[in-house]
């Protein structure tokens, strides 16, 4: 009896180790080039309020923290930093304009706690 009860305490200790370092327990990223351990640790890392995290797909990814709707002013910051001026929302999607052109970025909730931002490629120029 005690012998069965230490093999499944080790067995359930391995797999709590395992699910911590997978971060199976959040969602599924949209992109597919980084995994939730590499996201997580670029974010908590960084010193700024917003990181690239990938290109893929033709779209630079972000990711930054909701912080109760805080990441609003952080996007449009990011994007006036090169020039985008905000026009407005329309749910997930921030519609910015630049000589004539309009970009759309469009976020979505990852956790509670974090917001990937999607911005089509060669926003910068």
């Known amino acids: 009896m005690i012998k069965r009860l230490t093999i499944i305490s080790i067995i359930a ?6 699910a911590y370092n997978t ?8 992109i597919e080039s980084v995994n939730k351990k590499e996201v997580l640790q670029s974010i908590n890392e960084s010193p700024e309020p917003i990181e690239k995290i990938a290109n893929e797909d033709g779209y630079d990814w972000f990711i930054t923290r909701s912080n109760q709707g805080e990441y609003r002013e952080t996007l449009k910051e990011m994007m ?3 020039g ?3 026009e407005y929302q329309d749910g997930s999607g921030y519609f910015f304009e630049k000589e004539g052109e309009t970009l759309i970025v469009t976020t979505q909730m990852w956790t509670g706690e974090y917001v990937i931002v999607q911005v089509p490629e060669g926003w910068k120029r």
């Open 13 to 18: 200790v391995i797999l709590v180790i395992v």
């Open 23 to 30: 971060r199976f327990y959040y969602a599924t990223l949209p």
């Open 80 to 82: 006036g930093e090169h």
């Open 84 to 86: 985008w001026e905000f």
